[in-house]
């Protein structure tokens, strides 16, 4: 099973060398251990932080988690616009044009500046209107805006930080993106520490302190970032930038399929955080502890899909079809494999890790019934996760969109409701409504993947021209 596992194939179906395959291997495990190195410990520590806020009560975890999908809807814009610079600097570093992704990274840092001040305003004056539209009650609404309006002031930094990040990445550079990710978040933490419930002299800040600690951990990491391009001898450096029609139309091109791509799932996540709010605190707080957990699956995949995005993207620079193709089909079968090792920890300590959140048994036989939906989502998720990198890469992002748009805006809340509601109450199964999410979530992750597998096998991606 191993050898045929391990085995690729290039845009033509032919085989690729053994040779050649051992090397493919080695570059994408060199670019894709930071990055799930940095997402494991990112998911670590978050998940450190909500066991933090999760010492104030159910209502100070569920507050906090109805701040993530406002905030995200708050970066669609600057997520695009980054999706944009790692396809752009990933295909001029492969075509050996150092000056021209210099050029891209500093009119991207240009545009997503006007992008965060937008975000800082919109975010700290609508916090009230974008709690109530994530699904705030009367038990949540004001601890949700206290933390919100906090966040909101580091918005721009957050916006430099994705940004350079998101150039880094598309070079390879991941060692940089994690010191950078890691050290932000260990600040959070230590803050959180502080600042929580009252530590070293200062005052117990509660929610508000959880605020301020994730907007000084993210100004941290900003700072980290802006050091590293202003710093001698780096692959980029920070210039006034000259904005040309060549990089501004490759970015557009790539930024809006996947700001359309952003909006489909924000707009489902967001209508799934009203569904499962609506049946109550404790089942929101276990749908928390679930995402806690399932995140760190997220940034996993995400590491890998990291290292096909970036090496597909070079690829194509230095017009390498038959390498490109084979970059995809390796990210994908290193993702299948780090997906079994996960989901027998995850079987393994499904109830250890539910008591690390809470002490609450209710909340506990919840989210210990939805792991195990999740463990069967894995390499669905993981495989459209790393299939999704391969597409944007390439700057095929429409298709990607056209998939959020179908399975997350659509179907995943619609099963969801149908789970959660009609279903809950005549399906004799315990904390169906509980697991109800995440029964959509498993449909979701096998039509993503399947869809998106068509996809590449098609080999159209191969021809995709960029600025």
């Known amino acids: 099973m191993l050898p045929k596992l391990l085995h690729v194939k290039d845009h033509e179906g032919k085989p690729v060398d053994p040779g050649v395959t051992t090397d493919l291997y080695k570059k994408t495990l060199s670019i894709a251990w930071p990055s799930t190195v940095e997402g494991a410990l990112m998911s670590i520590i978050g998940s450190v932080d909500t066991m933090m806020v999760g010492t104030l009560g ?10 993530g999908q406002p905030r995200m809807i708050m970066l669609i814009l600057a997520q695009a616009l980054c999706i944009g610079t790692t396809a752009l600097c990933a295909r001029r570093k492969g075509a050996h044009d150092q000056q021209g992704a210099n050029n891209c990274l500093n009119q991207s840092l240009a545009i997503i500046t006007v992008i965060g ?4 305003l919109t975010g700290y004056f609508g916090a009230g209107w974008l709690m109530k539209l994530g699904g705030a009650n009367e038990d949540t609404l004001d601890l949700s805006i206290t933390y919100f309006r906090v966040i909101s002031l580091a918005f721009l930094p957050s916006c430099w930080q994705l940004c350079i990040c998101a150039a880094m990445r598309a070079i390879g550079k991941t060692r940089v993106t994690m010191v950078t990710n890691v050290t932000a978040n260990l600040v959070n933490v230590i803050l959180n520490y502080i600042l929580i ?3 070293l002299g200062f005052p117990a800040l509660g929610v508000k302190g959880a605020a301020i600690a994730t907007a000084c951990g993210t100004i941290t990491g900003s700072l980290i970032c802006i050091c590293t391009v202003l710093r001698k001898g780096g692959y980029y450096h920070l210039a006034l930038p000259r904005f040309d029609r060549t990089t501004v139309s490759g970015l557009g091109k790539v930024g809006s399929s996947s700001m359309i791509e ?3 799932l924000r707009a489902g996540f967001l209508m799934l955080a009203r569904l499962i709010a609506g049946i109550g605190t404790n089942a929101f707080a276990a749908y928390q502890i679930v995402s806690q957990v399932t995140s760190l699956s997220f940034t996993l995949g995400d590491g890998v ?18 390498r490109a193709m084979a970059h995809s089909q390796v990210a994908y079968r290193i993702g299948i494999m780090v997906s079994a090792g996960l989901m027998l920890v995850i079987f393994l300590f499904r109830r250890q890790l539910a008591l690390l959140f809470t002490a609450d048994e209710e909340i506990i036989r919840g989210v210990t019934a939805s792991l195990y939906v999740v463990i069967l989502s894995m390499p669905f998720q993981n495989g459209r996760v790393i299939l999704s990198g391969t597409l944007r890469g390439a700057g095929d992002v429409k298709f990607v969109a056209y998939c959020a748009l179908l399975s997350v805006a659509i179907l995943r809340p619609a099963l969801t409701w149908l789970f959660c509601y009609p279903l809950a109450d005549v399906l004799p199964i315990p904390h169906m409504a509980v697991m109800a999410p995440w029964i959509a979530f498993l449909i979701d992750a096998i039509v993503r993947d399947r869809l998106l597998a068509w996809r590449v096998n098609q ?3 191969l021809e995709i021209r960029l600025g």
Not at 58 to 67: F, K
Request: aromatic residues 4%; charged residues 15%; proline residues 0%.
């Open 58 to 67: 159910a209502a100070s975890i569920a507050a906090v988690g109805l701040t």
């Open 117 to 120: 001040i937008f975000m800082t």
């Open 197 to 199: 419930n009252g530590k």
């Open 262 to 264: 952003a909006v489909c």
């Open 305 to 322: 899909a990291t290292a096909g995005t970036s090496l597909v993207g070079q690829s194509l620079g230095a017009k390498r079809k038959d």
């Open 459 to 461: 080999a159209k991606w």
